[in-house]
């Protein structure tokens, strides 16, 4: 159980969440996984998903209510994977460009050649 759950103070928002993170956590890091292909930044995003969950609480309530709640859960946890996935990926990138730029062999002068 993630510590941020037990810190929710209402007892029916914890429990929301709870029943949430104990239903579909796999599925979660599942869908997270498969987008990652990193098991850290994939359990990292579910719980970051398990987060906006309670930051949007009323939103996912009222999904519960009208049947669509797990398509929810998976976009949002899709939405959240592909967002770490680009800032990783732009990461790499940087990181490759200044490995370039400090390994590349200077331009020889076409004169003392």
Known sequence: ???????IEDEDDRSFVET?????????YLEAVNIL????????????TIVKIIDKLDR??????????????VITC???ALNKYEKN???????????LLYTSPSPRDPKTS
């Open 20 to 28: 949430i993170f104990n239903k579909y956590a796999e599925k979660m």
């Open 78 to 80: 899709r939405n959240t």
């Open 89 to 99: 990926r732009q990461r790499i990138k940087a990181q490759f460009s200044t490995c």
């Open 1 to 7: 159980m993630l510590a941020i759950i037990m810190a």
């Open 37 to 48: 292909h990193n098991h850290a930044d994939a359990e990292d995003c579910v719980q970051d």
């Open 60 to 73: 996912f309530k009222h999904a519960q209510q009208e049947d669509y709640l797990i398509k929810l859960i």
